[in-house]
């Protein structure tokens, strides 16, 4: 199965006022989005995160500060965030199965 996140609705505005850069940060983490609505963006995954999204480690920086500033994350820990659930989640494993 293919990983997808919730998207809602009401919050499209919001994240498409956002900066260039603060959305192409946003889509780069979605990435390692966990179960639990966190992202830990290691040294090791911002090093690579940087190389795919072709920016540098400053830029990284003032989209991951306007993400926090917007409250679309919240910084937990040093490279450790916690995506808004009300802004877009990963849904739980078998909310795609059909039930008959």
């Not at 199965?1 to 505005?13: G, T």
């Not at 966190?38 to 795919?52: F, P």
Request: net charge negative.
């Amino acid at each position: 199965m293919r990983p997808y996140i919730k998207l809602y609705i009401e919050n499209i505005a919001e994240i498409t006022r956002l900066s260039p850069t603060a959305k192409n940060v946003l889509l780069g983490i979605i990435h390692y989005l966990e179960d639990d609505n966190t992202v830990d963006i290691s040294a090791h995954k911002r090093t690579k995160l940087l190389e795919i999204l072709g920016i540098k480690k400053q830029t990284f920086s003032n989209g991951l500060q306007e993400l926090q500033t917007k409250q679309v994350i919240t910084m937990i820990d040093t490279g450790y965030y916690a995506i808004d659930p009300m802004y877009l989640t990963k849904p739980v494993h078998d909310e795609h199965k059909s039930e008959d």
